[in-house]
């Protein structure tokens, strides 16, 4: 029905994005966003896709026009180069946007420089993260070394909320 047509048409986008038919992907987030205009998460996937296509001034575009919708947006920021702002649990969400895209160098490249605050528990989850997007790369090497750095975090405070942690 209408009221989950944008989210559906959304989710839909990310399933092409990983199979990289770049058209299709960008057909259906037009398709989200005729719905819900402000739908941030669709707005940066269709710059992103718009990238893929050699349309740089079109996502340049894009990306401003998000930047005044929402000037705090994270993944925003990080699209237009700017270094991401806040807590680790904001570059994991950030990740996690990337990844459902299948963009997963660009999602790693979000934890590279991640410094889990002490007693936030983000510690362990940086490094599941980051094995799990090794291994999604069939980086087995890399993806062992994040498991063993992930086995000797502090467990403390650490509490996986988001339902692809489950997985992850």
Known sequence: NQAWQSASWHAQ?????????WPEALDLLDRALRLNVDHLRARNLRALVLRQLGRDNEATAQLSANLALD????????LLGRPITGDTQIRLDVALDYRRAGFHREALAILQD???EPHSGTAPL????RAHLCSLMDDKRAATAH???????????CFPARLKEMAI
Not at 71 to 78: A, F, G, Y
């Open 13 to 21: 986008a990310e399933i092409e994005c990983t199979r990289q038919p």
């Open 71 to 78: 000037p705090l947006d994270s993944w925003t920021q990080h």
């Open 114 to 116: 991640a410094q889990p």
């Open 126 to 129: 940086v490094s599941y993260y």
């Open 147 to 157: 498991l063993i750095a992930a086995a000797k975090a502090s467990p403390d405070y």
